[in-house]
C-alpha cells in the first residue's frame, strides 16, 4: 500500500487481501435514496444482505431502464463500504462493464499485466459491473467476465451483476459458466416496479 494513503482507503488495517482500490461510484449516485418500506428499499435491503455473508452470492439484478437499479448497487456499495448497520466495513468496487473491458485491454498497451488488472476486479469483497448488457460479446470479453466472475466465486466474494436485459437474454450473454454459478450462489433479483426517470415513484 503506498505511504499516501487516500482517505477513502477502506478502514480494514491488517487484512492482507485489502489493496486501496477507487470506489467507483458515479457523482449521481454517491448520496444514498431515502431510508422506507416500500418494495425498492426492500430489494436494497435484500441485496445488502447478501454481502459479507462469506457465501460468495453472485446475483443478475436485472430491470428495465429506470428503475432505480444504479442507485440500488450503489447504496449497497455504500453501506457495506462504510460498515453501516454496525457491519464490518469491506472494499468495494463498482464498475460498469465497458469501463472494466477498457481497462483490461489497457494491459495491452501498458506495463501492467492483465493478471494484476483481473485481480483489480478479483479482490474487493463486493463488485458491482453495472450495464452488463453495454458489452461486444467477444470471445476476449467473454473469457475476461468469465474470469473474474469465477475467481471471485472460489474466493467466495459477492459479485451483483446489472443489466437492463430480461433473465433469458442475460442467460444467453453471460453464458452458461457465469449462469450456472449465479443460479447456485445467488440468484434472479428483479427490479421493476415504477421509471423513476419518467417521473414516477415518490
Ligand atoms: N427509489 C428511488 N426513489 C426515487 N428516485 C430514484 C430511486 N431509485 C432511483 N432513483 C432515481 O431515478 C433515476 C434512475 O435511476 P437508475 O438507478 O439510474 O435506474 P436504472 O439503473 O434502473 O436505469 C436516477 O436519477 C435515480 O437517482
Ligand atoms: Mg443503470
Same mark, same amino acid.
Given at each position: 500500500?503506498?505511504?499516501?494513503?487516500?482517505?477513502?482507503?477502506?478502514?480494514?488495517?491488517?487484512?492482507?487481501?485489502?489493496?486501496?482500490?477507487?470506489?467507483?461510484?458515479?457523482?449521481?449516485?454517491?448520496?444514498?435514496?431515502?431510508?422506507?418500506?416500500?418494495?425498492?428499499?426492500?430489494?436494497?435491503? =435484500? $441485496?445488502?444482505?447478501?454481502?459479507?455473508?462469506?457465501?460468495? &452470492?453472485?446475483?443478475? *439484478?436485472?430491470?428495465?431502464?429506470? !428503475? #432505480?437499479?444504479?442507485?440500488?448497487?450503489?447504496?449497497?456499495?455504500?453501506?457495506?463500504?462504510?460498515?453501516?448497520?454496525?457491519?464490518?466495513?469491506?472494499?468495494?468496487?463498482?464498475?460498469?462493464?465497458?469501463?472494466?473491458?477498457?481497462?483490461?485491454?489497457?494491459?495491452?498497451?501498458?506495463?501492467?499485466? =492483465? $493478471?494484476?488488472?483481473?485481480?483489480?476486479?478479483?479482490?474487493? &469483497?463486493?463488485?458491482? *459491473?453495472?450495464?452488463?448488457?453495454? !458489452? #461486444?460479446?467477444?470471445?476476449?470479453?467473454?473469457?475476461?467476465?468469465?474470469?473474474?466472475?469465477?475467481?471471485?466465486?472460489?474466493?467466495?466474494?459477492?459479485?451483483?451483476?446489472?443489466?437492463?436485459?430480461?433473465?433469458?437474454?442475460?442467460?444467453?450473454?453471460?453464458?452458461?459458466?457465469?449462469?450456472?454459478?449465479?443460479?447456485?450462489?445467488?440468484?434472479?433479483?428483479?427490479?421493476?416496479?415504477?421509471?423513476?426517470?419518467?417521473?414516477?415513484?415518490?
Amino acid at each position: 500500500m503506498p505511504a499516501s494513503t487516500p482517505s477513502t482507503t477502506p478502514p480494514s488495517p491488517g487484512r492482507s487481501e485489502v489493496v486501496y482500490i477507487p470506489f467507483g461510484v458515479p457523482e449521481r449516485f454517491r448520496v444514498p435514496i431515502h431510508e422506507g418500506d416500500d418494495p425498492w428499499c426492500r430489494k436494497r435491503a =435484500e $441485496l445488502w444482505g447478501m454481502v459479507g455473508t462469506g457465501k460468495g &452470492a453472485i446475483v443478475l *439484478i436485472h430491470g428495465p431502464r429506470g !428503475r #432505480g437499479k444504479t442507485q440500488m448497487v450503489c447504496d449497497v456499495c455504500h453501506f457495506v463500504r462504510n460498515g453501516l448497520g454496525g457491519r464490518k466495513p469491506v472494499n468495494t468496487r463498482y464498475t460498469t462493464a465497458m469501463d472494466l473491458f477498457r481497462d483490461i485491454r489497457g494491459a495491452f498497451n501498458s506495463d501492467t499485466r =492483465e $493478471l494484476d488488472l483481473i485481480q483489480r476486479y478479483a479482490t474487493p &469483497a463486493l463488485l458491482v *459491473i453495472d450495464e452488463a448488457h453495454e !458489452r #461486444g460479446q467477444t470471445d476476449f470479453e467473454g473469457r475476461v467476465l468469465t474470469e473474474i466472475v469465477d475467481k471471485r466465486y472460489i474466493a467466495m466474494r459477492e459479485t451483483f451483476i446489472v443489466t437492463n436485459e430480461t433473465p433469458e437474454q442475460a442467460q444467453k450473454s453471460l453464458g452458461p459458466s457465469i449462469w450456472s454459478r449465479m443460479t447456485q450462489t445467488g440468484g434472479l433479483v428483479e427490479v421493476n416496479w415504477v421509471n423513476y426517470r419518467a417521473g414516477g415513484g415518490k
